[in-house]
């Protein structure tokens, strides 16, 4: 017998959805700089007390925004993997084109980025500097996603996670930081990608 689902954790569930979905649009439209835990409540229909028990800071908003948005990206670097699934190098440098194309597009990341000479930077340090929540989950993930496509059973996991890090990485940073055409970027790191996953 399948249990019903819970009232309380779907309600829950759709409220921490819609506090993610108006922080994300204020950022989109505002910048990080316009969000506030009273606007917050106010625009999602709840007190502040119920938004900081679902939620708890703004810190902790900021990681749940930007983790929310990479889980988004890392769904496509999946497929992007599985549309070459006998060729870990095709699948890698196709993943880092998605990451690069998508991220060009990504109205969240080009707020984030444009606004590195606002008053409040917190997601900046999120994206770029810290390991959680972007680096580490990603890398997490990647390698998950790589390992079960290919197997590569001639790495150990800490063989695989160090190769894709480094990887993971240098997309991240051509990402954040674009000095020219996304064509160039991705044959950058499609050299690193010939020597990471030779053969």
């Known amino acids: 017998m399948v249990d019903a689902p819970n009232f309380q954790t779907e309600m829950r569930q759709l409220l921490r959805e819609r506090v993610i979905d108006t922080a994300r649009r204020i950022v989109c439209t505002e910048g990080w700089g316009a969000v506030n835990m009273s606007r917050l409540a106010k625009e999602v229909g709840v007190s502040r007390p119920v938004l900081y028990k679902e939620i708890g800071t703004k810190e902790v908003l900021a990681e749940v925004v930007i983790r929310r948005e990479l889980d988004t990206f890392l ?35 080009k ?6 000479t606002a ?7 999120a994206l770029m500097t810290e390991p959680e929540p972007v680096l580490g989950p990603a890398v ?13 059973a001639e790495l150990s996991d800490a063989e695989l996670a160090t ?37």
């Not at 699934?85 to 991220?103: K, N, Q, S």
């Not at 997490?140 to 590569?152: K, M, W």
């Not at 051509?174 to 790191?189: E, K, N, R, S």
């Open 75 to 109: 769904v496509g670097v999946a497929g992007a993997l599985a549309a070459h699934p006998d060729d870990v190098h095709a699948g890698f440098t196709a993943a880092v084109d998605y990451t690069l194309r998508t991220g060009a597009d990504n109205t969240l990341l």
């Open 163 to 199: 190769r894709t890090e480094i990887l993971v990485r240098l997309a991240l940073s051509h990402l954040f930081q674009p000095t020219g055409p996304i064509d160039m970027a991705v044959a950058q790191i499609d050299l690193v990608i010939t020597t990471v996953f030779a053969r």
């Open 140 to 152: 997490a993930a990647v390698t998950a996603a790589i390992r079960a496509q290919y197997g590569l």
């Open 119 to 125: 008053p409040d930077t917190t997601l900046l340090p």
């Open 111 to 116: 707020a984030v980025l444009a606004g590195r």
